[in-house]
């Protein structure tokens, strides 16, 4: 008896939480054949792996490259998520999904996808169908599964800045469009409440999105309304229920009158007054599951996150706000309101940091915070934004600072990374251009360093947190575990190498300490050497 790859003598940790072992792992073909003492079985090819971990490939429960993927030249673009271990990423987070695209929602689509990529997507499909067919076609350098927005939906049906709810007509369209995208082999269904068409959503439509994944049996995540404890998003007092806690229940609301498996997207808390709503939060959650939800939560494990610049804006705005931003009494407006906003949560322009301008007179300030990008064009602060916004056409992409920590303060980020709920995520966007969110580079071997070393969970646990609990949330079994007859999958480090060397100031640097990654049994990391012509993952289907 032989197998193609046995990877001998290392210590395995299996995805499940279970402690560390010592034993052999077989691979034949894209599947594990066995675990334990091989040791007489023979190998075409035999990695000794004495001294290292061998582990699940690293899951990306909250991904936004499903963008990028279709691409020339892709496998050569998301290097640095397998140099970390990321064997499979699910895309179509934030209800911005690559489809479907109607005649409605085409325009908007391709303007919008300039958020993700460095050239404008030109969707050469309508239907979820043909955007997965077409992936297999091409073929794709890590395993791709692939939720449904509800922004995607909603956009094709009643176009992206339309505020008005959906009447019964257009809910029943909304609901034809979910169910042909489900069926292609979509895994789940997301709603990204914190941007335009999402933002308009009410009670109601809510509640049907949910009841539609609750009715197929996959999982409803959601990008909340607010994640500052004061948002305009919400006229409620936040003295009584602070604004993000209220963004919470809202959904959690929504998922238990549809009945559907909730995933709250990257659990972050905006703003150095809002960190100290986190147990708050938390709590929240806990409660809900005890009366029967089914709940959970993702986080990525740095103090920022990338999103598009036009996040600060209230939705009332988001209609007109080209208009609104390029008025100079209305920008004053604006400018009064954001610094009420901002000095009540405790975050400000300062601590936006630009990526990518994607406006060629901005671009020589990529990599700068807004007040020193300001500074330097000559300009106020609100003034800069305001122009950055407009001259991108909204696509103008920055990391902001102070989420659930800022500069050694990581309480509320501790707190939520190490809460039994919590699945680690990337949340990041990558493109060649521009300055990099490090979580492109680094989050899963942060994880496995900086926070194992620091006590803050088990290296066991912070496995699963990466593999056996978002497999388990997608309701997969046959990935995120090294068992005989799951995938090969397999990331093997040695832990006292492994290091993130990735930062805000310089974000494009590869991990330290993984040696190999495979990927549906292809060696595709094998110690300095990355194959990016190898295209060994798949298309999960649901």
């Known amino acids: 008896m032989e197998c193609d790859v046995k990877l001998s003598g290392g210590q395995v940790i299996d995805g499940t939480g279970a402690p560390a072992s010592v034993a052999d792992v077989a691979i034949t073909g894209g599947s594990i054949q066995a675990v334990g003492d091989l040791s007489d079985l023979s190998a075409a090819r035999e990695v000794d792996c004495t001294g290292s971990f061998v582990v699940p490939g690293f899951i990306d429960i909250h991904s936004h490259s499903d963008w990028i993927v279709p691409g020339r030249d892709c496998g050569a673009l998301v290097e640095p998520f397998i140099r970390q271990g990321m064997t499979s990423l699910v895309g179509g987070n934030c209800g911005f999904s690559p489809a479907p695209v109607s ?110 994944a609750a009715a197929a049996d996959v999982l409803f995540t959601s990008h909340v309304k607010a994640y500052s404890w004061v948002s305009p998003v919400f006229q409620t007092d936040p003295g009584e229920m602070p ?118 007179r901005f671009d020589e300030y990529n990599g700068l915070f807004v007040g020193e990008a300001a500074k330097r064009a000559g300009m106020d602060a609100w003034e800069f934004y305001a122009r950055m916004v407009v001259d991108s056409q909204r696509n103008a992409r920055v990391l902001n600072h102070t989420y659930s920590g800022h500069e050694g303060e990581e309480a509320a980020l501790r707190a ?44 066991e646990e912070a496995v699963r947190k990466m593999t056996g609990a978002p497999a388990e949330r997608l309701g997969w079994t046959d990935r995120g575990f090294v068992r005989e007859g799951a995938a090969a ?18 974000p494009d640097r590869f991990p330290t300490g993984i040696d190999h990654v495979f990927i549906n049994g292809a060696h595709v990391v094998d110690g300095d050497t990355y194959d990016a012509g190898a295209s060994a993952g798949r298309v999960l289907r649901g």
């Open 103 to 212: 005649d409605r929602s085409r325009s908007s689509a391709r303007k919008s996808s300039l958020l993700m990529v460095d050239e404008p997507v030109e969707p050469r499909w309508d239907t979820m169908a043909q955007f997965l067919d077409g992936l297999e076609e091409t073929g794709v350098p890590l395993n791709v599964a692939e939720l449904v927005g509800h922004g995607a939906v909603r956009s094709a049906v009643s176009g992206a800045l339309d505020p008005a709810e959906p009447d019964d007509d257009a809910l029943r369209e909304m609901e034809r469009l979910f169910r042909e995208s489900l069926d292609a082999g979509c895994v789940g269904i997301s709603t990204g409440l914190g941007y335009a068409p999402g933002i308009f959503a009410g009670a109601r439509e809510l509640a049907a999105v949910a009841g539609f």
């Open 243 to 360: 604004h993000n806690i209220a963004a919470l229940h809202e959904v959690m609301n929504a998922a238990r009158e549809g009945g559907a498996r909730l995933q709250l997207s990257h659990l972050i808390f905006v703003g150095r007054e809002t960190w100290k709503t986190c147990g708050q939060a938390i709590a929240a959650v806990e409660a809900e599951r005890e009366r029967g939800l089914d709940v959970a939560f993702d986080a990525f494990p740095y103090t920022a996150g990338n999103t598009t610049a036009a996040v600060l804006f209230p939705p009332e705005m988001l209609p007109h706000l080209e208009s609104i931003l390029q008025d100079p009494e209305a920008l004053e407006g604006v400018k009064a309101l954001g610094h009420d906003v901002f000095s009540k949560i405790g975050f400000f322009l300062e601590d936006i940091q630009i990526m990518n301008a994607n406006a060629a």
């Open 416 to 459: 939520v990374l190490a809460h039994p709920l919590c699945t680690i995520e990337t949340d990041t966007i990558l493109t060649e251009n521009g300055h990099q969110n490090p979580a492109s580079f680094g989050t899963f071997p942060r994880v496995l360093h900086t926070y194992v070393r620091e006590g803050l969970f088990s290296l």
């Open 489 to 506: 999958d397999i990331v093997v480090f040695d832990d006292e190498r492994l290091r993130d060397t990735a930062t805000f100031e310089t």
